[in-house]
């Protein structure tokens, strides 16, 4: 509304202050009223009440005003176009609305009309406000105020309203007022404050009907003020006349006051109800009378507000005026064109009243009149019509909001289908439920010949499903309750097991483990036993019992050194033995102790005792007593088998049995064979063993110094070889000068040195490293002898054994003699060694540092990794000769192998070609210029300068930039690979945000090869699915 | 015992266990035994480009009848075959494209050419024309009337109008349907006069083209000869939004799966989607075509459209993906003023200026008939291999390369310099001009002029 564009709520602090300014106005303008008043032939007060008339007399003044105001306007440009169909628009409307010509000429517009009326009556008074209080403050306050005015229109417009509402009675004036201000704020506001203009609009409209329905009511308000006029405005009518001038000007000054009042207006409200009535002093009786008995009440009411603003009683008189202005609802100012001219105010009522006679309705009608006064006591006015195009701007974009709001509801949908991996069409395809056998069978019809006459058998026979159901029902009838129950939780019992032990055998049966299949099968065969030990342990058949003693004997033989076996488990899990078994248990552990013992040779387990005092003895007497110590074995070994045989005898196991005699027998005899044999062999090797004595006595004591080695399930036993780590054999075959030798002897050797028992480790380091140069071909006497090796099964005779230890470090003996004469005599040739290796340069080096670092072995550990593969031949070199007494054989020997390859420069070759490599692709300029071309030939000319542009520069690769740089051991090409290139891209693409994405994306192959059938089917599915013949409908709304 | 391993298979490891069941492949699991992976699915990827190229042959079929050319096409919904098509002579023809036979044919269906057909509900048809009526038929063998697939048809029923008729459209579920002349009509099918007018005040155009939107069926969009777009409610009952763009658009098409975006076909050679609630600009322009562009429609699955132009080509695009799409020509295809994806969405119709009506496959390589899965896996891996190395340069190239006629090879290679040319001014312009006075637009903000409401 046009007229509650005051900004009412920033306003209100402001609005106290303001009072007193704001009562001294309101007598100014009442006083200009009264002015007015007088001058017009009606004695009432023109601007309140008449304002048809005030309009109407301004009339042409309003129009140069209007004239000047819209010249002002027409610079904001958009209010004007707004302006021009507005008043086209409201026209009719207002016509009908007003019967006289007051009413007309207020409106013609709402516009004008409240531009005159600013122009002339409220500017007026607002000016007499101005200028009677404070200007300076107002025009201090102005900018700000405006500011805030234009800022908080439309909330300001609902209160106005209200007040007017409440300001009923002095609806006109009120309103003229209003839509002075609202004039205003157009003039003066921003130009381009459209809602204003609209706002105004919207007011004017309730303020006309307001107009239109209590014209009539409030008769005795406009002579009320004019009796107030008439007794306080009249000294003001100078100021008037001259506000009238100078508002025009001051515009500003004036609305911002006319504002002021508009705050204050609801403060008073509290006064106001009666308020209007106090000052009535109207012509009729009633008047007076209605005024005196409200003068009471109203000063009763005035008095908390009294002592505010101390007033004289025309600022009293003032402030009740305003008072009364809040209840007034006419619209027409009293004057000669005012249509009721009666003294009470006239109501409804009073024009319904003349109707009871003739209507009999009359009740009904006042019901809807009833109806039409709260609401216009609401004042729910409707809100004039924009102009048409900007109406119909305002539908388009609401509609426009509109649909994209319900379009927008499809965004999560559509973000859905945007972000799916993939898409099966159509998308809202039904899912098609699988029908199960009892659907169709529910549903089932017999349709052809066939089905019906089975059908019919059935029915005759009374056994299609229902008829089943019915027998058995009637069945169930002849039984008790608890008989059916019982048999029901019976059926419901057995089925459930059923169930369970379906899903067990089911469960059970997928599991394929091979061990949980034997385990079962054994349990299986031990159950079945058991069950066939219960039934007929007494006549257990011959054969069955053969076989069980078979198995223990089977156990006996070759476990009984072990507590694992299955006997052994059998016996410790049955907890209490007797005394038998007991013997039995302890009998094997001992054995097992011994067999232990032996195979770490510390010496055979019937001897243990004395081999380890024997151990630490004087060298001398030690072959002796290695040979006493071997026919002392021999000789148990007898008495042993006669023990056995005792013992077999006592218990009557199965050495009792024929097939174990026999066995029995044929060892004994092999045993003594062996036995015979050793002892004839001993007596021969004895002579031997007694040269070398002196010599190797000390050695031969600590180690036995063979390898053990398991070949195809034997243990062979040979004299002590070098020995590799399985690390080291790898490092060599990838190594490039030393290996070759080596290799066929390696070859030759077991590869898995580590299978064998710990002692040979032991010893092995204890052993004279191997020489890979000299050891092939100095020992070829000695290949024999070492080839002849004995192979000594697990279970064979000690006999044997100790034989073959005795044999062994026989021939280690040997062996390192011989080692120490080679050696020798590579000492004597050395010195030629040394020279003729100092000839390479790259060469000898090589060795050298190799013996140093030999020396300090556990520095070389720490070198970088790019000698790594040189330090580990090193390193193995190292091991190898360790055994040695002399570093300096070593030395020799490696100087010897340096002097073998003495022609292969492998690292000064290597150099070189990396220096060539680089110095190929090191940037470069050449010179392009063909002689003879661009220059002059032939003597005494001076060669010029080559041309720049003729020097073509080769962009080649930097040598510090280069892969290769400062490491001395690779050449890294940077020569471009054309086959890797069909591999590169030039750019990452698009969805990629990263190299190592992008790799990691390229690397996964989605191939059958690489991938499981789900991986592949997985990888492979397509983003968009859809199916042959299958139509795809557009998405639907699915409510 | 000694086990004899003998050569021979037990069925089940090398056949599917039941008739549908996928075969089971025997593989060595070893990775050892698979190396080189990334070289061999390379020349595989490679294989299969190559396989594509060599089995792209799109063509179809030719639906004759027609004795000028085919202004217009519609699907009727719901089936895969029928197709409904209007000619500038005034005939109108109902194929059915999978026998490609007439269903219905009616010769004089509209004086003048037939400017728009849609289907309405079940077996009716409308069409409408420049003799401004809009028609209504029945399609099926044996009309109402008792008419034959050999007598002359009699229109169910006749919506006159006051001017010609460029466009109609059926909305998607309710009896109503629209119509585009110089304004926006919605008619009800049971009333012979409009039930309401839309149109966007102040314009004065022709409306060249109409379409319900599919999801949300009460939106309406319509383009004009004044270069508009315009966005119409018929529950509002206005006129929502209008834009104006620097080309009139010939076509649109609104997204089935999408409800938000639609595919205008423009005159300057590009097709655009917006998305209704921003208009300001597209939200993707997809260049190609040397000519303009006369017609479009979507794939039912929103995620492909076809478009046929002036330039004598049909070119088939992937939604998102502004250039390269597939193009399809023949010697003897005209102009293409209309075409039409199937409701399968592996078809595509054509119609053109030389009156015939053509179906090309989607994709150019898709084997037609029943594949056994084997088959399938093999075309999906090859599909894939694809995609995934469609960034190694030869692959790429193998794929991209396409044939196209000399006419619009020559031409698309002038568009291109013209293009060279217009960019190199504008960027010299802009070099002689005060640094950051002038500014670079995107392509996307060039197209739309004003936006109005």
């Known amino acids: ?1039 | 015992m000694v086990k004899i391993s003998v050569l021979q298979h037990a069925p089940s490891t090398h056949l599917p266990a039941r008739p549908g069941d996928p075969t089971p492949t025997s593989r060595n699991l070893d990775p050892l035994m698979h190396p080189f992976a990334r070289a061999r699915e390379r020349t595989r990827a490679l294989n299969a480009v190559k396989m594509e190229r060599i089995f792209a042959k799109p063509f179809i079929a030719a639906l004759e009848g027609h004795v000028d050319a085919v202004e217009t096409m519609a699907r009727k919904p719901g089936t895969l075959n029928v197709v409904a098509s209007g000619s500038w002579d005034g005939g109108m023809i109902v194929h059915d494209i999978s026998l490609r036979r007439h269903i219905l044919r009616v010769d004089e269906a509209h004086k003048g050419k037939i400017s728009g057909v849609c289907f309405a509900d079940e077996d009716r048809l409308l069409t409408c024309g420049v003799d401004r009526n809009v028609k209504l038929w029945d399609t099926r063998e044996v009309d109402e009337n008792g008419a034959g697939p050999s007598d002359v048809r009699k229109p169910l029923n006749v919506f006159p109008g006051k001017s010609a008729f460029n466009s109609i459209d059926h909305h998607r579920t309710d009896p109503i349907f629209a119509t585009a002349s110089n304004i926006v009509q919605i008619w009800d099918e049971t009333k012979s006069a409009p039930i309401s007018n839309l149109s966007f005040p102040t314009s004065i155009e022709t409306i060249s083209a109409i379409k319900f939107n599919l999801s949300e069926s009460s939106v309406l969009a319509s383009i004009g000869s004044d270069r508009t777009f315009t966005l119409y409610d018929i529950r509002t009952g206005k006129a929502e939004r209008r834009i104006v763009m620097q080309m009139r658009s010939n076509a649109l098409s609104w997204s089935p799966t999408f409800p938000t975006t639609i595919l205008l076909a423009s005159e300057d050679h590009n097709l655009y989607t917006f998305d209704i609630r921003s208009l300001k600009t597209p939200s993707q322009i997809y260049k190609a075509h040397v000519a303009a562009v006369m017609s479009c429609d979507w794939s039912p699955t929103g995620h492909q459209f076809v478009s046929g132009g002036w330039d004598r080509t049909v070119r088939i695009w992937q939604e998102g993906r502004g250039t390269a799409p597939e193009v399809y020509h023949t010697k003897r295809m005209q102009r293409v003023t209309s075409t039409l994806f199937t409701s399968d969405a592996k078809y595509v119709l054509s119609g053109s200026d030389d009156g015939n009506i053509r179906i090309w496959k989607a994709r150019a390589h898709e084997k037609l008939g029943i594949l056994d899965s084997r088959e399938r896996a093999a075309i999906e891996y090859r599909e894939s291999l694809k995609q995934k190395w469609k960034t190694d340069a030869q692959v790429n190239k193998i794929s991209r390369t396409r044939h196209i006629p000399k006419p619009v090879h020559k031409a698309g290679q002038l568009k291109r310099t013209m293009l060279e040319a217009q960019r190199v001014k504008e960027e010299r312009r802009r070099k002689h001009t005060r640094a950051g006075e002038s500014k670079p637009t995107a392509e996307k903000r060039k197209v739309v002029i004003a936006e109005q409401s």
């Open chain 1, 1 to 1039: 509304m046009a007229r509650a564009q005051k900004p009412k709520q920033s306003r209100r602090p402001q609005a106290k202050s303001l009072k007193q300014n704001n009562l001294r106005g309101f007598a100014k303008r009442q006083s200009l009223k009264s002015q007015r008043s007088s001058k017009y032939s009606e004695s009432s007060d023109v601007y309140e009440y008449q304002p048809e008339n005030v309009r109407r007399s301004k009339v042409k003044l309003q129009l140069e005003k209007d004239e000047l105001d819209g010249a002002r306007r027409d610079i904001s440009g958009s209010e004007d176009e707004d302006d021009g169909p507005k008043r086209n628009g409201l026209r009719p409307r207002l016509v009908g609305e007003n019967d006289d010509e007051g009413g007309l000429g207020s409106d013609e517009d709402e516009e004008i009309d409240s531009d005159e009326a600013f122009d002339e009556s409220d500017e007026e008074r607002f000016a007499g406000f101005n200028f009677s209080t404070k200007t300076k403050s107002v025009a201090k306050r102005k900018p700000q105020k405006r500011s805030l005015q234009s800022r908080t229109v439309p909330l300001i417009d609902l209160n106005e309203d209200e007040v007017e509402l409440e300001e009923a009675p002095s609806e006109n004036a009120s309103a003229s007022e209003g839509e002075d201000s609202a004039a205003d704020d157009e003039e003066e506001g921003d130009p381009e404050d459209f809602i204003d203009v609209l706002d105004m609009i919207d007011g004017k409209g309730p303020a006309e009907s307001a107009d239109e329905g209590e014209h009539t009511q409030k008769e005795e308000r406009p002579s009320a003020s004019k009796a107030r006029v008439e007794g306080d405005d009249v000294p003001h009518l100078e100021d008037e006349d001259e506000d009238m001038h100078d508002e025009e000007d001051e515009g500003i000054s004036s609305d911002e006051s006319e504002e002021d009042e508009s705050h204050i207006s609801p403060m008073d409200d509290a006064i106001s109800a009666s308020g209007d009535e106090d000052d009535d002093v109207g012509t009729s009786l009633h008047d007076l009378q209605s005024f005196i008995t409200n003068l009471d009440a109203g000063q009763k009411r005035k008095a908390p507000d009294d002592e505010a603003a101390p007033t004289t009683e025309t600022g009293e008189a003032r402030r009740q005026k305003r008072r009364m202005l809040k209840e007034r609802t006419e619209a027409g100012e009293e004057n000669e064109f005012a249509p009721h001219r009666g003294a009470t105010k006239l109501n409804l009522d009073d024009l319904l009243n003349p109707l009871a006679s003739s209507s009999s309705n009359l009740l009904s009608l006042k019901k809807s009149a009833k109806i039409l006064t709260s609401i216009s006591a609401k004042n729910q006015t409707l809100s004039a019509p924009l102009p048409q195009r900007t109406q119909e701007r305002l539908d388009r974009e609401a509609a426009y909001q509109q649909t994209k709001e319900e379009v927008d509801k499809w965004s999560a949908t559509m973000k859905k289908i945007k972000e799916a991996e993939h898409l099966s069409f159509p998308l809202q395809a039904q899912p098609a439920g699988r029908t199960s056998n009892l659907e169709l069978a529910a549903k089932f019809k017999p349709t052809t010949e066939l089905e019906s006459a089975v059908d019919r058998l059935l029915k005759s026979a009374k056994m299609r499903e229902e008829d089943i159901a019915q027998t058995e029902s009637l069945k169930m009838n002849h039984l008790s309750v608890e008989e059916v129950s019982a048999r029901r939780a019976e059926l419901a019992k057995m089925r459930e097991l059923m169930f369970r032990a379906e899903a067990k055998a089911k469960r059970v049966a997928k599991i394929k483990s091979k061990t949980y299949r034997r385990i079962k099968k054994k349990e299986k065969a031990k159950i079945a036993a058991k069950l066939g030990e219960g039934s007929d342990d007494e006549d257990m058949n011959e054969e069955t019992r053969m076989k069980h003693e078979v198995e223990r004997a089977r156990e006996r033989a070759t476990l009984k050194h072990k507590n694992t076996g299955k006997w052994a488990k059998a016996m410790r899990a049955r907890g209490d033995l007797d005394e038998d078994q007991r013997r039995d248990i302890s009998e094997m552990l001992s054995r097992g102790e011994k067999l232990r013992r032996r195979i770490q040779g510390i010496g055979s387990g019937d001897e243990s005792e004395e081999g380890e005092d024997d151990t630490e003895d004087d060298e001398e007497g030690a072959a002796d007593r290695i040979k006493a110590s071997a026919f002392e074995e021999l000789a148990q070994l007898d008495k042993g088998s006669e023990g056995e045989e005792d013992s077999g005898r006592k218990g009557k196991s199965i050495f009792e049995m024929k097939f174990m005699k026999d066995a029995i027998a044929r060892d004994q005899q092999r045993a003594k064979q062996m036995a015979d044999d050793f002892v004839r062999e001993m007596g021969e090797s004895n002579h031997e063993d007694d040269e070398d004595d002196e010599l190797t006595g000390g050695r031969i004591e600590e180690s036995s110094g063979a390898t053990i080695e398991r070949v195809g399930g034997r243990v062979t036993y040979r004299p002590g070889a070098q020995l590799r780590t399985v690390n080291s054999l790898a490092s060599d075959t990838s190594s490039i000068t030393l290996r070759s030798n080596d290799l066929p002897s390696d070859v030759a050797r077991s590869v898995t040195p580590s299978a064998t028992s710990p002692i040979p480790e032991k010893l092995g380091i204890a052993t004279e490293a191997p020489n890979p140069w000299l050891a092939p071909r100095q020992d070829p006497a000695k290949a024999v002898p070492k080839k002849h090796e004995i192979a000594v099964s697990k279970d064979s005779a000690s006999v044997e054994k100790s034989k073959n230890k005795l044999r062994k470090k026989a021939q280690k003996h040997e062996e390192e003699q011989s080692k120490a004469r080679n050696d020798a005599a590579v000492d004597i040739s050395m010195s030629n060694v040394m020279t003729l290796g100092d000839n390479s340069s790259a060469g000898p080096s090589k060795p050298k540092t190799r013996s140093q670092s030999g020396n300090q072995r556990d520095d070389g550990d720490d070198d970088s990794d790019v000698h790594s593969e040189v330090e580990e031949q090193e390193r193995l070199l190292d091991r190898k000769g360790k055994g040695k007494a002399n570093g300096v054989k070593a030395f020799e020997q490696r100087d010897l192998v340096a002097r073998a390859f003495a022609g292969d420069n492998v690292v000064r070759d290597f150099a070189e070609a990396k220096r060539r490599e680089m110095q190929e692709d090191a940037p470069k300029e050449v010179d392009t210029t063909l002689p003879g071309w661009g220059s002059w030939g032939g003597t005494g000319t001076r060669k010029a300068q080559p041309k720049p542009h003729l020097i073509k520069k080769v962009a080649g690769v930097d040598p510090t930039t280069r892969a290769d740089y400062k490491k001395a051991h690779v050449i890294i090409s940077e020569k471009r690979d054309k086959k890797a290139a069909k591999y590169m891209v030039k750019d990452l693409p698009y969805p990629y945000t990263s190299k190592a994405q992008f790799e990691r994306s390229m690397d996964i192959p989605i191939g059958t090869e690489w991938n499981t059938r789900v991986g592949f089917q997985r990888g492979t599915l397509p983003k968009i699915v859809t199916k042959p013949g299958t139509v795809i409908n557009p998405l639907e709304k699915l409510l």
